[in-house]
């Protein structure tokens, strides 16, 4: 049986922000890459200003290919006007796969060279923003 040898620290946290506009339409952007020696996303927070619903579909990037791994449901407004609150991006209805740690908190694993990246369903309402936060734990 292979034992592990090695403890992996966090190096560093790193955070981001993107935000969708009408103008972007369903084109697939950027969200964070991995750092060198592979990452974990810890935090995926959305926010809409948007007076519908949306869908955001989330992506992993793997040698240039982008492969969609699932999609998460954007209530109006959320995290906006107090009537429905911030997405937890992470969560484990609309992303099954993903990890949960020894302390019950969920995470998203990026290995190194990896990029997530996130495309609207369809298009956000004109003058309105959905807006992504990620905060990523490199090792």
């Given at each position: 049986?292979?034992?592990?040898?090695?403890?992996?620290?966090?190096?560093?946290?790193?955070?981001?922000?993107?935000?969708?506009?009408?103008?972007?339409?369903?084109?697939?952007?950027?969200?964070?890459?991995?750092?060198?020696?592979?990452?974990?996303?810890?935090?995926?927070?959305?926010?809409?200003?948007?007076?519908?619903?949306?869908?955001?579909?989330?992506?992993?990037?793997?040698?240039?290919?982008?492969?969609l791994i699932g999609h998460v449901?954007?209530?109006?407004?959320?995290?906006?006007?107090?009537?429905?609150?911030?997405?937890?991006?992470?969560?484990?209805?609309?992303?099954?796969?993903?990890?949960?740690?020894?302390?019950?908190?969920?995470?998203?694993?990026?290995?190194?060279?990896?990029?997530?990246?996130?495309?609207?369903?369809?298009?956000?309402?004109?003058?309105?923003?959905?807006?992504?936060?990620?905060?990523?734990?490199?090792?």
């Open positions: 049986m292979t034992k592990q040898s090695e403890i992996f620290l966090t190096k560093q946290y790193r955070e981001a922000g993107v935000t969708f506009v009408n103008a972007d339409g369903t084109t697939i952007k950027t969200l964070i890459a991995a750092g060198a020696d592979d990452s974990n996303v810890i935090g995926l927070s959305i926010t809409s200003t948007d007076g519908t619903a949306r869908d955001l579909l989330l992506y992993k990037q793997i040698g240039g290919t982008d492969y449901d954007i209530p109006a407004n959320a995290g906006f006007n107090g009537v429905a609150n911030q997405v937890d991006g992470l969560n484990i209805t609309n992303l099954p796969a993903n990890c949960i740690d020894s302390a019950g908190n969920l995470f998203m694993s990026l290995p190194a060279g990896t990029t997530l990246r996130a495309a609207m369903k369809t298009s956000v309402t004109a003058s309105q923003t959905i807006t992504v936060n990620i905060v990523l734990e490199d090792y």
